[in-house]
């Protein structure tokens, strides 16, 4: 196949992953399809390495509760390695969808530098789409964040996430290419 053009960010964030999950268990015959409901069940649990089973088709699926918790599972080495570019890869999927704890979480790894470069504008454009989409519980928290993060912009960095976050549409169904 010849490349005529630079290599989409799905395309790629799709490829990245599949080394990353070939690795994960697989739900044993019979034992019924994986649901959202029953990985997270497995999660409160702390049967991460099952939840992780589940979660992986559903992720891949474009489900963005599955990518979310998928990455979070990633991000800190439960049931999973810890690999913070799986986590970051998920976690776009999953924000670019709209889910709002993703975005959060995204903003945060753009934030330190984890899985992706570090970079305040992104950080902050994800923490304002996060923000927006709180519930009231986490709002406050979100909230919190979003500004600290501010604190290290120069206007100009604030004023080009604002219009980051201002043009952003969701996408569904990612990582399906």
Known sequence: MKLT??????????????????????TPAGAGAPSTAGA???????????????LTPLAWAG???AQGLLGFLYEYGKGVPQNYLAAANWYA???EQGEATAQYLLGLLYDKGHGVPRDVVLSQKWLILATARA???ERDVYTRLRNAVATKMSP???????????EWAPVRGLPAQ
Do not use: H, N, W
């Open 5 to 26: 053009g630079p290599i989409s960010p799905r395309r790629m964030l799709a490829t990245l992953l599949v080394a990353a999950t070939l690795s994960l268990p697989v």
């Open 40 to 54: 997270f069940a497995l999660y409160a649990r702390g049967d991460y390495e099952a939840a992780a089973a589940e």
């Open 63 to 65: 489900d963005p509760r």
């Open 93 to 95: 999927c999953a924000a």
């Open 135 to 137: 519930s009231k519980r």
């Open 156 to 166: 100009a960095q604030l004023a080009v996430a604002q219009r980051l976050a201002i």
